[in-house]
Nanobody, 120 residues
Framework: QVQLVESGGGLVQPGGSLRLSCEAS????????MSWVRQAPGKGLEWVSA????????YYPDSVRGRFTISRDNAKNTLYLQMNSLKPEDTALYYC?????????????WGQGTQVTVSS
């Protein structure tokens, strides 16, 4: 079965850094686009980043561009999100998700999420 397991979240001060990891299993990881999606308290889901399957091209919304870096290690079936210069508004539950092959902005599978809290 498909599994996505996030780790690496925690409590950090504003301006600090964290690296999230997502270990994938149950499918051919290298064949799929992958994304990070987050949900802040009282808000809806917000797409954070995506990475292509073959080329490794990356995509970001303006809210995190220049601060976050998505990457993948296909040999390890692992997705990463390096987060620098963290802000309180980055506080959210962060999900690793497999992109739907047909529909942009839709996801087939989700991890359980890992909590990131940015506070002094």
């Amino acid at each position: 079965q498909v599994q996505l397991v996030e780790s690496g979240g925690g409590l950090v001060q504003p301006g600090g850094s964290l690296r999230l990891s997502c270990e994938a299993s149950g499918f051919t990881f290298s064949s799929y686009w992958m994304s990070w999606v987050r949900q802040a308290p009282g808000k809806g889901l917000e797409w954070v980043s995506a990475i292509e399957a073959g080329t490794g091209n990356t995509y970001y919304p303006d809210s995190v561009r220049g601060r976050f870096t998505i990457s993948r290690d296909n040999a390890k079936n692992t997705l990463y999100l390096q987060m620098n210069s963290l802000k309180p508004e980055d506080t959210a539950l962060y999900y690793c998700a497999r992109d739907n092959s047909w529909y942009e902005g839709e996801y087939d599978y989700w991890g359980q999420g890992t909590q990131v809290t940015v506070s002094s």
